[in-house]
Structure formats: C-alpha cells, structure tokens
C-alpha cells in the first residue's frame, strides 16, 4: 500500500472513531418520579415505575399534585398482608359503609412480571374487573406471589417502611381499622433515582 493510501486510511479512521465514540457512550437512565406520602404516624416515600405501568404512575401523580389524596384513608388493613388506600370517599366519614368503592374503573390493567414483595405498591381495582384501576392503591406488607399478573404494579416503598408497618398494627374490625388512618399529603418530585431496567 502507497504511502498515500496509508495515510488516506489513518485519516479516516481518525474522522469515524469520534462518532463511534458517541454511539457507545450509554445513555442515562431516566430518573423515577417519587412520591412522599405524609400520615399522623409519619411518612413514607413510593419511587414510582412508569417504565411498568406509565398509564398508573400518569394518574397517580395527577391525583397526588391536585390534592387528590389529601385527607383519604387508609380503610382496608389485612395484616401480613396489605394496607390499601386512597378512595376519595373516604374523605367523608359519612360514606364508610361505601369505603372500597370510589375512584375505580379509570385505568387499564398494566400487568407486568416483578413480583410483589414486600413494599410494592399496587393499583387496587375491583374484583370482578382486571381493567377497573384508579386511585385506590395497596401496599404489601410481606410477600404475596397471588397477586403475581392479577395486580397492576407502579411502585415501591423506599423509605418509611416502618411507617407503614405501624399503620399495619392498627386495630380492625373484619378488615376495616378501627381509628381513621389519613392521609395528610402526598408531595411528588420529578425523579430521585434512575428507574430501575
């Protein structure tokens, strides 16, 4: 090869190796909105998942950022089990016997494979319907493979747990506490930590 050859190619490869460069250099993560959920006993934060359910975490944080949750409870404890809240009539007193109910039937099931441990949270939804998610939402207190495909996953609790878990020691009757456990506020950010792959 010719001297001129040689130097055409090193030339080149001089040009090209910049753009390969920025081709390999990798992406950053994009950072998963979180949410603070303030209550009488203290607060707990959920980093919220829009890479599993985007369509649950949109909704979750409009409510939140509206009020939406400010002053519902948390009207279902299942010890061991779950804490679920959020039901917009829960806000009245008067609507007790109608706990459980509100706020459903807005969201499209978005099922995904991550198991639910300890700490996921959940779109509740009714019974009857796969695709009847809303505002009302579950915490897991332990391990609950059932659930796997039939709940809609959109977060987890990354600090508080204990929080929850003294919420979880409130006395109930069947499955309802027997004191009001409020939600004060629930404050979101744009993103404290990459989503997870």
Do not use: N
Not at 66 to 80: D, M, N, Q, S, V
Request: proline share 8%; hydrophobic share 40%.
């Amino acid at each position: 090869m010719s001297l001129w050859c040689r130097l055409a190619v090193a030339a080149l490869a001089l040009a090209s190796a910049p753009a390969v460069r920025a081709a390999e250099t990798p992406q950053a993560a994009p950072l998963a909105p979180e949410a603070v959920v303030e209550t009488e006993a203290g607060s707990f934060s959920i980093r919220l998942r829009p890479d599993l359910a985007p369509g649950h975490v949109r909704h979750f944080l409009k409510t939140a950022k509206a009020g939406g949750y400010e002053g519902t409870t948390f009207h279902r404890l299942i010890p061991r089990g779950i804490i679920q809240g959020g039901d917009p009539l829960s806000k009245d007193p008067r609507q007790a016997a109608r706990y459980g109910t509100g706020g459903l039937g807005l969201l499209k099931a978005e099922f995904s494979e991550v198991p639910f441990a300890r700490g996921v949270v959940a779109a509740a939804r009714r019974p009857s319907s796969p695709d009847s998610g809303g505002s009302q939402f579950f915490i897991c207190l332990t391990e609950q493979p059932s659930l796997l495909r039939q709940y809609t996953v959109f977060g987890e609790v990354v600090a508080g747990m204990e929080v929850v878990d003294k919420l979880a020691e409130t006395r109930v009757e069947g499955d309802r506490p027997t004191v009001r456990l409020v939600i004060r506020k629930v404050t979101v950010s744009d993103g404290g930590a990459p989503a997870k792959p």
